[in-house]
């Protein structure tokens, strides 16, 4: 199966305050490239970076490799402009597609190709998503037939909207490390992320 990957790095970090996350570096690279290059390993087949505030300098901080980088000018709506901006560069025969956020540094590429493994297990056929202590966690890959559903929507709720409607159509898997759930929003938790990785501890 033909596997897509949406990277959302267009947000304005507001809670971080004067700096844009994605920029932070975590083990000497900047957050971003880290999420790209666990992407890079993955057993995935078109690549698509949505970026917008600061886009200059989020292009010159990913790594080689990546097959699309898309600029959303309209960053500012929400999450789902993003997400909608990366979808519409999907190649036609793409059958799923994962949405990855780019402020998940702790994300591994051995967790990436589990949820795509499930993803074929099943066809292609139902939304799979990540559990961590039985909380639905990112990221999470659709199906090609709620892609028109997706593109619909607007706001910042991603796509939890659509995995809520069709609970019956969405596989979860365990995961036993926190990776899935920890993201960087504001300064504490980009300190956890480096104490983590300086200890090498999951919680």
């Known amino acids: 199966m033909k596997i897509s990957v949406i990277i959302l790095a267009a947000g304005g970090s507001k809670r971080m305050g004067e700096f844009n996350k994605l920029l932070l570096l975590i083990d000497g690279k900047p957050m971003i490239h880290l999420v790209c290059?666990?992407?890079?390993?993955?057993?995935?087949?078109?690549?698509?970076?949505?970026?917008?505030?600061?886009?200059?300098?989020?292009?010159?901080?990913i790594p080689k490799g990546i097959n699309?980088?898309?600029?959303?000018?309209?960053?500012?709506?929400?999450?789902?402009?993003?997400?909608?901006?990366?979808?519409?560069?999907?190649?036609?025969?793409?059958?799923?597609?994962?949405?990855?956020?780019?402020?998940?540094?702790?994300?591994?590429?051995?967790?990436?190709?589990?949820?795509?493994?499930?993803?074929?297990?099943?066809?292609?056929?139902?939304?799979?998503y990540p559990e961590y202590n039985n909380r639905q966690a990112n990221p999470v890959i659709f199906p090609r037939k709620y892609f028109p559903e997706i593109i619909k929507s607007k706001g910042d709720s991603g796509c939890k909207k659509v995995l809520k409607k069709y609970p019956g159509d969405a596989v979860g898997i365990p995961i036993n490390t926190d990776e899935v759930i920890i993201d960087c929003d504001t300064r504490d938790d980009y300190l956890l992320v480096e104490k983590k990785l300086l200890n090498n501890v999951q919680t």
């Not at 929400?78 to 994962?98: H, N, T, Y």
């Not at 994300?107 to 493994?117: A, F, K, L, Y």
Request: proline share 1%; net charge positive.
């Open 68 to 128: 699309t980088i898309v600029h959303n000018r309209k960053w500012e709506s929400g999450m789902m402009s993003s997400i909608c901006a990366g979808m519409s560069r999907l190649d036609k025969d793409v059958e799923g597609s994962m949405i990855v956020l780019g402020d998940m540094p702790l994300i591994s590429t051995i967790t990436i190709n589990r949820i795509i493994e499930e993803f074929n297990k099943h066809s292609g056929k139902h939304i799979i």
């Open 37 to 61: 290059k666990m992407v890079l390993g993955a057993r995935v087949n078109q690549i698509i970076l949505v970026t917008g505030y600061q886009n200059n300098k989020i292009e010159k901080s």
